[in-house]
Structures are given as structure tokens and as C-alpha cells.
């Protein structure tokens, strides 16, 4: 089991796991400076989204987009990304079989990037990538699901999922951990690391967690 919390893996995040170079590519190569500018000044209402729910796109790695798709070996049917980004997930999930393979991003910018490069991959009538936000969006049908979102939005995530997902579906988050999950495998180290969560076990371990407070005999 994984010790490590979300406050080390920012951490790890911010003093140089990824590299000078690494940062360099992010800016240069994903559309980040145009992203900043988007959020700041083109689409001023991103600006009323709370401080600490405001996620800097920062794209998954090749490491990390092998990690996931381990975690997913053995897998079949159709699969959600939710915070897409630039759509790798979703895309290297359809190569690997996953039918529909669907990706949710709020981001115009990233949407066209994610579609332009399932274009370039000859793939884009093949995935899907759509404009809404992923509060809003209807999991109840959904078995596979992956996230790279901040722990401060996962943690309000998780309420959702518990809620909407069928029994027999997995998570798998990117770089943060559910903040309140028991993992039951996790690939990778530092910020290349992914963690998968059973659905029905973690109901389970929410319920046993209820119990034992109603249980607990007041003060």
C-alpha cells in the first residue's frame, strides 16, 4: 500500500521529478501559455470557479498513460475520461480496444488540440471528445473510468462516483490518489504513479465506515 499523501506528490510535482526540459515541453508543446491566456482574460468566468478547484493543465506522460492502461488490462467495453485534457487517454484507450472511448473537457482549446491530434492519428470518428462539465454528466453506465484532476477536486469527485457508478466499475486515478480510497493496486512511483479502485469494495469500506461512527457511543 501507498503511503505517500497528495501534499508530497505536489511535492514531487514541483521540485523537478519532470525536469527543466520537461517543463519546457508542457509550455511549448501542449498549449499551456494559450491556456493561461484563455483562462485569464478570453473566458472570464473561469475566474468564479473557487481558488483551490482551479487545475493548471499539465499533461499526462507516456509512463503515466502506460500505467493506466495496465491498471486496465483485462478490461472490455467503453471507457470516460473525465478532465481530458488534450485527449491522450482517450485516445491511447481506444488503440488498446475500448468501445466507446470518451473523454469530457470544459477547455475549447484543448478540445480542438484532442481532436486535431485524433484527426493526425486517423482515429477521430473512432472517439469522442465533448464540451460539458463533468458534474453534470451522467455516470451510471460508465465501468471505466479515469481522472487526472487535484486532490481538492477528487475529493468532491468521490461523492459522485459512490453515487452514480454500477457495481462492477473501476477508477483509476493519474498522479493523486482519492483522498478518501483504499486502493486495491497502484502502478508507478512519484508523479508517474496511477492507483485503481474497485467499486463495489469501496461502497463496501463506506459503509463499514458509517456503521462504525452510528455505533460509536456519544460523549
Not at 3 to 31: C, M, N, R, S, Y
Not at 43 to 69: C, E, T
Not at 97 to 114: D, H, I, K, Q, S
Not at 125 to 139: A, Q
Request: net charge neutral; charged share 25%.
Amino acid at each position: 500500500m501507498d503511503d505517500d499523501t497528495p501534499d508530497e506528490a505536489f511535492k514531487e510535482l514541483h521540485t523537478g521529478d519532470i525536469g527543466g526540459w520537461g517543463v519546457a515541453q508542457i509550455a511549448a508543446g501542449t498549449g499551456l501559455a494559450v491556456y493561461v491566456i484563455w483562462t485569464g482574460f478570453v473566458q472570464p468566468g473561469f475566474r468564479k470557479v473557487p481558488l483551490r478547484l482551479q487545475v493548471p493543465y499539465i499533461p499526462a506522460s507516456r509512463v503515466q498513460v502506460d500505467h493506466v492502461m495496465n491498471l486496465l488490462r483485462g478490461r472490455k467495453g467503453g471507457l470516460v475520461d473525465l478532465g481530458s485534457g488534450d485527449g491522450r487517454i482517450v485516445l491511447e484507450a481506444h488503440q488498446q480496444g475500448f468501445t466507446p472511448a470518451v473523454g469530457y473537457e470544459l477547455n475549447p482549446w484543448l478540445l480542438r488540440l484532442a481532436r486535431f491530434k485524433a484527426w493526425r492519428a486517423g482515429h477521430h470518428e473512432k472517439v469522442s471528445y465533448r464540451r460539458e462539465d463533468l458534474w453534470k454528466v451522467d455516470l451510471t453506465e460508465c465501468k471505466n473510468i479515469t481522472v487526472f484532476l487535484a486532490p481538492s477536486v477528487l475529493s468532491l469527485l468521490q461523492k459522485k462516483l459512490e453515487a452514480e457508478l454500477p457495481e462492477d466499475a473501476l477508477v483509476i486515478a493519474g498522479r493523486f490518489p482519492f483522498p478518501d480510497w483504499t486502493p486495491f493496486r497502484v502502478e508507478g512511483e512519484g508523479v508517474h504513479r496511477a492507483w485503481a479502485y474497485n467499486m463495489r469494495a469501496q461502497r463496501q469500506n463506506s459503509l463499514k465506515k458509517n456503521d462504525s461512527h452510528e455505533t460509536q457511543p456519544q460523549q
